[in-house]
């Protein structure tokens, strides 16, 4: 069966650190991979998507980056993390139909 | 995708049928109405979703109308724990496209 790992759970940051949250996906080839932050009380915001290894469409003009070196890693960077960055990403798997996500990483910047 | 209105809450009785709805009135042939929901601090978890006929699974039934332009999502016997933020979305089939955007959702409040 497939399953989606984020870590790590919670994550606290000071402003101009740098980031890497990594998100693996198992039981399945070629998938779709998703980030997406949600602020606290607002709605899930689509960051960046992936179709494949190296392809990476960018949602939102922001301070994030993100990367798939292999097929079923997905990784979100950042050189130098602001307070607005602050909020829950989750990472999201999907293949034909339903997407399926992961349990998500709370970060605070301070 | 087809951009999707839904009420920004509503209130439900325990033990009662929750019926959700969606507004999709520019949903196009190949998009498929797909519903998930997002309890307080985790991953949105997927219901259920259809293109025109009707469907239901273990967890809820979704309604579509005939003309496709609303639907709504049916939670027979709703429980306390089915409290959360609902999405419904209208995204093309995976041959057209890949993305997966989530609107405001509905805050579906189950009161005992």
């Known amino acids: 069966s497939q399953t989606i790992h984020q870590w790590p759970a919670t994550l606290v940051q000071p402003v101009g650190s740098p980031l890497s949250l990594e998100c693996t996906v198992e039981?399945?080839?070629?998938?779709?991979l998703y980030w997406y932050r949600q602020a606290a009380g607002r709605g899930l915001q689509l960051l960046f998507y992936?179709?494949?290894?190296?392809?990476i469409s960018s949602e939102v003009p922001q301070n994030l980056s993100a990367s798939r070196p292999q097929d079923r890693q997905f990784i979100l960077s950042s050189k130098k993390l602001l307070l607005s960055d602050s909020g829950f990403y989750l990472c999201?798997?999907?293949?034909?139909?339903?997407?399926?996500f992961g349990q998500g990483t709370r970060l605070t910047v301070v | 995708d087809a951009k999707t209105t839904q009420p920004p809450s509503m209130d439900c009785a325990e033990g009662r049928a929750a019926n959700l709805p969606c507004n999709h009135s520019?949903?196009?042939?190949?998009?498929?109405v797909y519903w998930y929901r997002q309890i307080h601090s985790q991953g949105p978890q997927y219901i259920i979703h259809?293109?025109?006929n009707n469907e239901t699974n273990e967890m809820a039934s979704l309604i579509i109308t005939e003309d496709r332009k609303s639907s709504t999502l049916i939670l027979p016997h709703a429980t306390l724990r089915d409290t959360a933020v609902y999405y419904c979305?209208?995204?093309?089939?995976?041959?057209?496209?890949?993305?997966?955007?989530f609107g405001a959702g509905t805050i579906l409040r189950v009161k005992s």
């Open positions: 979305i209208a995204r093309a089939s995976y041959l057209y496209g890949n993305k997966l955007v």
């Open positions: 520019t949903i196009s042939g190949n998009e498929y």
């Open positions: 039981g399945t080839s070629n998938p779709n």
């Open positions: 992936s179709v494949g290894i190296g392809q």
């Open positions: 259809g293109l025109k």
């Open positions: 999201a798997w999907s293949v034909t139909t339903e997407a399926f």
